[in-house]
């Protein structure tokens, strides 16, 4: 019932409703193409531009669309929260739901980019649904942690919007990790989210990926994360009908 209440909330009164779901990444692509791709001609390790750019603008909007609304989810629902007792942590996955339902969107029109330049996955779409978990993990992970500070300190949800931005120009979403200085490189394999940017091109370009330990370093960060965000979350459901 909150989830379908939630994607109603967000559709339903707005004129172009899941459209903007489809238009948001294309204006992004629009964006990163004209400048890295067309201008600056950033190089995407032999593929075409837009296909290779345009599989981390989805997989990143996917990260960040999640880390956004369980990071608020506290938030938007107070006047619920207030007047009936329930366990809260249904609140972020209710909200995770909701960006689930934008990231199946944005797959889907991935696939149907890709398959215009002529890249087809075939059995590699296997592996979607475990790609799809892998990103809603890391918003999620991420979101809990922010949930409960964010009812006590509104404003953290500003810097929290334009830090997801900084974070994706370092992270290789419109480039490849091949550009970087060999000596920075480790710094980027540490984000979870490069792994899964990776991951999302070997399945729908088929682009290699080389792994290495810091894989494992930075999926035992994304453990560590949700262990906290949860204990976290679970320590502000104490006070949190005071904080209101």
Do not use: H
Not at 55 to 64: E, K
Not at 124 to 149: D, E, K, N, V
Request: proline share 6%; glycine share 6%; with cysteine.
């Amino acid at each position: 019932m909150l989830v379908r209440r939630q994607f109603l909330a967000r559709y339903q009164q707005s004129v172009l409703g899941i459209a903007w779901a489809v238009l948001n990444p294309l204006a992004q692509l629009f964006i990163f193409w004209l400048l890295f791709g067309l201008i600056l001609k950033v190089p995407s390790n032999n593929y075409p531009y837009v296909p290779f750019a345009f599989a981390g603008v989805v997989l990143w909007s996917i990260f960040s669309s999640a880390t956004l609304s369980v990071s608020s989810s506290l938030q938007e629902q107070m006047s619920i929260v207030s007047k009936v007792y329930f366990p809260r942590i249904i609140l972020p996955f209710v909200n995770l739901c909701r960006a689930g339902i934008d990231a199946l969107i944005g797959l889907l029109l991935l696939f149907i980019v890709n398959a215009c330049y002529g890249f087809l996955p075939g059995w590699r779409l296997l592996f979607i649904p475990f790609l799809l978990f892998a990103a809603l993990l890391c918003g999620l992970a991420l979101g809990l942690i922010l949930a409960g500070p964010i009812v006590r300190f509104r404003d953290l949800s500003v810097p929290l919007t334009y830090t997801l931005q900084l974070m994706m120009y370092i992270t290789p979403v419109m480039y490849p990790i091949s550009i970087v200085p060999s000596s920075l490189t480790w710094v980027i394999m540490l984000n979870p989210m490069y792994w899964v940017i990776e991951w999302g091109r070997w399945i729908f370009l088929g682009q290699a990926v080389v792994f290495s330990s810091y894989l494992w370093v930075s999926a035992f960060f994304v453990v560590c994360a949700l262990v906290s965000g949860w204990f976290i979350f679970s320590m502000t459901e104490r006070f949190i009908v005071d904080v209101q």
